[in-house]
């Protein structure tokens, strides 16, 4: 839940992840979305990206394009 529209509970997720979230939704859409994991894992590319970082050590850090 973005801080910018007024989200009151926060997750922790880690920085690469964060990025690609962004990468696929808007503040907006997040807001709606909430902490429901099946409605982010809807977006193929986030998915495709979920599959592949789940196979990374928890260290682990890239440059993610949009």
């Known amino acids: ?4 529209k007024k989200g009151r509970d926060t997750v922790p997720v880690h920085p690469i992840c964060h990025k690609a979230i962004h990468a696929c939704y808007t503040n907006a859409e997040l807001k709606r979305f909430g902490t429901d994991r099946e409605l982010l ?4 590319q986030l998915a495709r990206f979920v599959s592949w970082i789940r196979k990374k050590p ?7 394009r949009r």
């Open 1 to 4: 839940m973005p801080k910018a």
């Open 58 to 64: 928890a260290d682990f850090n890239a440059p993610y």
């Open 41 to 44: 894992l809807e977006s193929e």
